[in-house]
């Protein structure tokens, strides 16, 4: 593989052509049926359903009631001088959505194979966009151990499924801040004391 290539940067290639009508309608189905929750079980402990993805060796889950929707990685229109964490843009039912990289914002850890499509998230105060190399599969969570997840500090917290499988339950909303926060806060001050720079952290 080429050096900058998707694989080896976790950074897909941006890409602006659009894909043929038949595509999206194939990922907006996808994506729909993703939606469709599967009755719960008899279980004493209430269940909440995920989108699970693979990034690298783990396995990456998205509370299922945040996915929007499902596009192919192509249409993306690239943005000059953007984050390393950012692709570019794409738009969602007349919204303009910035295009994160899944790898990127988990630590530039790197793709299996190529991401392919996009995942159109509800972040609470917007929608978000991140490249998957898969269409995501539903997981069933225990609540109880969703809500101990939430007080973790982190952007993402382990979880164990109901079928034994451990997945990195993601904050998407903490994720993103943080990835903006982190280009912000790296604004570079002069040191009275010493002929060094420091990174301002305290905004």
Do not use: H
Request: charged share 25%; net charge negative.
């Amino acid at each position: 593989m080429t050096p900058g290539s998707g694989a080896e940067s976790g950074r897909p290639s941006a890409r602006s052509g659009g894909a043929p009508e038949f595509v999206r309608e194939i990922l907006r189905r996808r994506a729909d049926a993703l939606r469709v929750v599967p009755p719960e079980g008899r279980d004493e402990d209430t269940l909440v359903w995920v989108a699970v993805c693979s990034v690298g060796n783990g396995s990456f889950a998205f509370l299922l009631s945040a996915l929007r929707g499902i596009l192919p990685l192509g249409m993306i229109t690239p943005v000059p001088l953007a984050g390393p964490s950012v692709v570019g843009v794409t738009r969602f039912q007349g919204q303009l959505v910035t295009v994160f990289s899944l790898a990127a914002l988990l630590g530039d850890r790197s793709w299996a194979i190529d991401p392919t499509n996009l995942l159109v998230l509800d972040c609470g105060d917007g929608l978000v966009a991140v490249d998957c190399t898969e269409v995501p599969r539903s997981v069933a969570l225990p609540a109880r151990a969703l809500e101990s997840a939430r007080d973790v500090s982190g952007a993402t917290a382990p979880v164990q499924a109901t079928d034994g499988e451990v997945v990195q339950l993601i904050d998407v909303a903490r994720l993103v801040k943080d990835a903006r926060a982190s280009r912000k806060d790296r604004e570079i001050v002069p040191n009275r004391s010493e002929e060094t720079e420091v990174v301002r952290g305290d905004r």
